[in-house]
């Protein structure tokens, strides 16, 4: 079992806090392995395994508690003394109300709380109204390319780095997948997945009756990684392959698709304007494994599939990512790390003049003094005029 190390280290210095620890990440992430390894280190620590309290609400033994009143009942039953209890409960949006009954923990029992969820709207407005002020979120990736190379070790595998970077670029981080090199079990997982996260999450969630639509917009958007997509360019393509739909419609189900966390949402940030746009988005994968369920030609879009890898890296590192805006044109990441920022172009290979010219003139307008990087597959080093140029492998595994 990997060790979260990277989600763990901007845990620990909570464990004793009163604010509200919530993880949040696409389904089968590491989540639960997180939470359990939480455990291991309270108890390392020297606390009571009866202080203790873990609920996953996945657990059908816990059906019932996914009502408030019970919840809160059975919470306060396992409360006998004074000291600090370490609460710690997996996907809680399966709880009715669970905001009203987590600040109610926190404002009346000496606890610490841990809690996660697979639906983004864990992070509602709801627990904003309840929890204001009171909760440290952290949003939770399938493994890293360093984190996969670290499972290959524990499992005695020996490769050489490119090819396990193919191998990466493939089949995604999900950490179960590496369980089996065979590729129809392997299929078989993302597929189970891949309904699980729809059919759950989405189609019974909002009661949708098109499943034929929603699955054709993720597929859009997955053949459109990297690139630029909005609600009216996808609705005009399904009214193109006759399927009638709108606007309205496809951005709801758009809106499902995000709180999923199957795909994550970037915005577009105007440079100049130094402001938040929010037309004209683009769409990654939380985890790349998923478009082995897609016969698309997004298969042979590697400069899309790179991007995504950034950018997932970059959110598991615990960064803010935007797609930027320039007066004439734009640059694939904008990384904003609290005062600081850095930027950064994604392509396979620096291939001709042409494409160099691409990709380091893409930060011609660029004004300000923030490190600008250009990632790709290339083992030689193309920097120049302070643009920094690295191969992404390196990057990857760079602390």
Same mark, same amino acid.
């Given at each position: 079992?990997?060790?979260?190390?990277?989600?763990?280290?901007?845990?620990?210095?909570?464990?004793?806090?009163?604010?509200?620890?919530?993880?949040?990440?696409?389904?089968?992430?590491?989540?639960?392995?997180?939470?359990?390894?939480?455990?291991?280190?309270?108890?390392?620590?020297?606390?009571?395994?009866?202080?203790i309290v873990y609920i996953n609400f996945e657990d059908y033994d816990y059906i019932d508690y996914t009502d408030p009143k019970k919840f809160n009942q059975f919470i306060k039953e396992q409360i006998k003394d004074k000291d600090k209890y370490y609460l710690l409960f997996d996907e809680i949006q399966n709880v009715r109300d669970f905001e009203k009954?987590?600040?109610?923990?926190?404002?009346?029992?000496?606890?610490?709380?841990?809690?996660?969820?697979?639906?983004?709207?864990?992070?509602?407005?709801?627990?904003?109204?309840?929890?204001?002020?009171?909760?440290?979120?952290?949003?939770?990736?399938?493994?890293?390319?360093?984190?996969?190379?670290?499972?290959?070790?524990?499992?005695?595998?020996?490769?050489?780095?490119?090819?396990?970077?193919? %191998?990466?670029?493939?089949? =995604?981080?999900?950490?179960? @997948?590496?369980? $089996?090199? &065979?590729? #129809?079990?392997?299929?078989?997982?993302?597929?189970?997945?891949?309904?699980?996260?729809?059919?759950?999450?989405?189609?019974?969630?909002?009661?949708?009756?098109?499943?034929?639509?929603?699955?054709?917009?993720?597929?859009?958007?997955?053949?459109?990684?990297?690139?630029?997509?909005?609600?009216?360019?996808?609705?005009?393509?399904?009214?193109?392959?006759?399927?009638?739909?709108?606007?309205?419609?496809?951005?709801?189900?758009?809106?499902?698709?995000?709180?999923?966390?199957?795909?994550?949402?970037?915005?577009?940030?105007?440079?100049?304007?130094?402001?938040?746009?929010?037309?004209?988005?683009?769409?990654?994968?939380?985890?790349?494994?998923?478009?082995?369920?897609?016969?698309?030609?997004?298969?042979?879009?590697?400069?899309?599939?790179?991007?995504?890898?950034?950018?997932? %890296?970059?959110?598991?590192? =615990?960064?803010?990512?935007? @797609?930027?805006? $320039?007066? &004439?044109? #734009?640059?694939?990441?904008?990384?904003?790390?609290?005062?600081?920022?850095?930027?950064?172009?994604?392509?396979?290979?620096?291939?001709?003049?042409?494409?160099?010219?691409?990709?380091?003139?893409?930060?011609?307008?660029?004004?300000?003094?923030?490190?600008?990087?250009?990632?790709?597959?290339?083992?030689?080093?193309?920097?120049?005029?302070?643009?920094?140029?690295?191969?992404?492998?390196?990057?990857?595994?760079?602390?």
């Open positions: 079992m990997i060790k979260r190390e990277m989600y763990l280290k901007k845990i620990r210095g909570l464990y004793d806090s009163e604010l509200i620890k919530i993880i949040v990440g696409v389904r089968r992430s590491g989540k639960s392995v997180l939470l359990k390894q939480i455990i291991d280190e309270l108890l390392e620590k020297g606390i009571q395994e009866d202080h009954v987590i600040n109610s923990f926190r404002a009346t029992l000496n606890v610490s709380i841990f809690v996660t969820g697979s639906n983004s709207k864990v992070l509602s407005s709801d627990l904003s109204t309840y929890l204001a002020g009171r909760y440290v979120s952290i949003k939770m990736m399938p493994f890293t390319f360093k984190e996969y190379l670290l499972l290959q070790e524990q499992k005695g595998i020996k490769s050489n780095l490119d090819e396990a970077f193919l %191998e990466y670029v493939e089949w =995604g981080g999900m950490p179960q @997948i590496y369980n $089996t090199t &065979n590729l #129809e079990e392997r299929k078989m997982y993302l597929t189970d997945l891949y309904n699980t996260a729809i059919l759950k999450d989405i189609v019974e969630r909002h009661s949708i009756k098109n499943v034929n639509l929603l699955n054709r917009i993720i597929q859009f958007i997955m053949e459109n990684i990297g690139g630029i997509v909005s609600a009216k360019s996808i609705t005009d393509f399904l009214n193109h392959e006759k399927i009638k739909t709108s606007v309205d419609t496809v951005l709801n189900y758009i809106d499902y698709v995000n709180t999923s966390m199957i795909v994550n949402k970037v915005n577009r940030y105007d440079i100049r304007g130094k402001s938040v746009m929010t037309l004209l988005e683009k769409y990654f994968l939380a985890d790349l494994g998923i478009l082995q369920l897609k016969n698309s030609t997004v298969e042979k879009k590697v400069g899309g599939r790179l991007e995504n890898i950034v950018y997932n %890296e970059l959110i598991a590192r =615990g960064y803010e990512v935007y @797609i930027g805006k $320039t007066k &004439n044109g #734009e640059i694939d990441f904008v990384v904003n790390d609290f005062k600081d920022r850095f930027y950064i172009q994604v392509a396979d290979y620096l291939s001709s003049d042409s494409v160099i010219e691409r990709e380091f003139g893409a930060y011609k307008e660029l004004e300000d003094n923030y490190p600008k990087y250009v990632l790709t597959m290339d083992k030689l080093d193309y920097s120049r005029d302070g643009i920094i140029h690295k191969n992404i492998i390196d990057w990857l595994l760079d602390k």
